[in-house]
Every structure is written in structure tokens, then in C-alpha cells.
């Protein structure tokens, strides 16, 4: 079989991105995919737009000009509803700093895209119980999010990211709040897990040392992806 045109169903697949701030082009024609199963680092310098393009291939932002295909559909020809269920359901997050809710418990956090996707309570507590435990913190679900180290808020996002089993997940700096010890855990779980369940991750990171566990790496430079380099 030959075709002129090899259509291959990336994970995310996004063409010639371009997204201005006022002033600021934070994207100026960025070119990236994210193959289904892989670990996608994504390195550059601070302001080079690694999260700006983060947020339009999750469809958080939408770009000026370009497209985003996500798990076979057009971002662009959807509503923000269809957008936004498309994320809670297929996407999960992980967010320098953990971004977890303060008032909550761990257990709650991570029921949450569970509770929000309407999984039955009971259902939902119980798969937050498995996920805590499987990163490390089981028995400690009762615990208000406000009280726990920033090691330990970073587990539990990484189990509230994966817990409602996403085919993709977008880590933005994921242990950029964290020592070099309690980083290399929480990229190890994130990964693992990651991988065992056949998900496709885009890692976005400053640190060469977390970008070699990626089976690619993609370097930005002033709002482009400048090209593919060897973890
Ligand atoms: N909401 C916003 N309003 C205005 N300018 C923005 C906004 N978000 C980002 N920018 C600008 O767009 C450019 C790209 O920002 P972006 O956050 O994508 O960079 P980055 O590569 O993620 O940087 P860092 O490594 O520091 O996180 C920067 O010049 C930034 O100041
Ligand atoms: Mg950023």
C-alpha cells in the first residue's frame, strides 16, 4: 500500500502555532507532535513560550492562526465545552507547584477529575485511595493539602494527573519546586505510571537531567520549535 500523503493519528499533533500577548509573539509558527506512548520533553529558554504552547495544545488558550489536532479531532472546530470535556476526561495535569486545592484533603484532590467527569462517589474515593497508595502516600488522604510537604503535594498531583487513566498527560516544570532527591522520585512515578498505561506525556522542563528520561527531546527558541535533539 503507497499513498502520496502518510496520515499517521498522533496523540497531538499541532502546525504552525501562532499566538501574540498584546506585543509579545509568544508563538511565531510552532510545529510540534506528541506520538501516542511517548515521553516528549520539551526544553528552551524562560520566555521561549514552552508553556503558552503547552496551554494551546491542551486547548486551555487558543491559538491566533494554526491547528491542533488532539486524539483525532480539530481543536479549532470544537466549542469550548466540547474543549473542556475533551481535557477533564482524556487529559491530565501536572503543574509546577502541584496547583492542588489548599482547603481539600490529598484523598479529595485527587478524587476530583474522577467527581468532575461524574464518576459515583464511593467509585471515585476508592480509585483516589488505589492511586495515592500507588504513589507513595497511602494512609495519608486524610491530610489537608495546606499541611503536607511540597515533595508530597507533588506526588499527589501526579496521582490526581493520572488517576482518571488519561491517554495524555501535560507536565509543565513538574519538579521544578522540588529538590533533586524528592524530583527524580516524583518524575520516576509520573513516568512509570505514565508508561504503564500506554499514555503519551509532553515534559516540559528547564533541567537536562529530567528531560534525559524522555524518549525525545524538542528545543524552543523565540515562540518555534527549533528542532528534535538527543535526550
Ligand atoms: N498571559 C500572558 N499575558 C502576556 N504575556 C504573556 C502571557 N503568558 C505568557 N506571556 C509572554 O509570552 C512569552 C512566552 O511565555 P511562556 O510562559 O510561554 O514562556 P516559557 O517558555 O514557558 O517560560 P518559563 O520557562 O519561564 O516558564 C513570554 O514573553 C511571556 O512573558
Ligand atoms: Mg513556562
Do not use: W, Y
Not at 483525532?72 to 466549542?79: A, D, P
Not at 464511593?122 to 502516600?137: C, H, P, Q, Y
Not at 487513566?165 to 505510571?193: K, M, R, W
Amino acid at each position: 500500500m503507497t499513498s502520496d500523503v502518510m496520515v499517521v493519528d498522533h496523540a497531538v499533533s499541532a502546525q504552525d502555532l501562532h499566538l501574540d500577548f498584546g506585543p509579545t509573539r509568544a508563538l511565531r509558527g510552532a510545529t510540534i507532535e506528541l506520538r501516542r506512548g511517548e515521553v516528549l520533553a520539551l526544553m528552551g529558554a524562560s520566555g521561549s513560550g514552552k508553556s503558552t504552547l503547552l496551554h494551546c495544545l491542551a486547548g486551555i488558550l487558543r491559538p491566533d492562526a494554526g491547528q491542533v489536532r488532539v486524539l483525532g479531532q480539530e481543536l479549532g472546530t470544537m466549542t469550548e465545552r466540547q474543549r473542556s470535556a475533551l481535557r477533564l476526561a482524556r487529559m491530565g495535569f501536572v503543574l509546577q507547584g502541584g496547583e492542588l486545592i489548599p482547603e481539600l484533603t490529598l484523598a479529595e484532590n485527587v478524587a476530583l477529575p474522577l467527581q468532575l467527569t461524574g464518576t459515583p462517589h464511593r467509585e471515585a474515593a476508592g480509585r483516589a485511595a488505589a492511586m495515592l497508595d500507588a504513589v507513595g502516600l497511602g494512609g495519608a488522604g486524610d491530610r489537608r493539602t495546606g499541611a503536607v510537604s511540597g515533595g508530597e503535594a507533588q506526588r499527589a498531583a501526579v496521582a490526581r494527573a493520572l488517576v482518571h487513566e488519561p491517554e495524555i498527560v501535560f507536565a509543565d516544570e513538574p519538579t521544578g519546586a522540588l529538590d533533586t532527591v524528592n524530583g527524580e522520585q516524583v518524575l520516576e512515578l509520573l513516568l512509570t505510571s505514565a508508561r504503564a498505561r500506554g499514555a503519551s506525556v509532553l515534559l516540559v522542563t528547564h533541567d537536562h537531567r529530567v528531560a534525559a528520561h524522555a524518549d525525545r527531546l524538542q528545543v524552543m527558541r523565540d515562540g518555534t520549535v527549533v528542532g528534535e535533539v538527543e535526550p
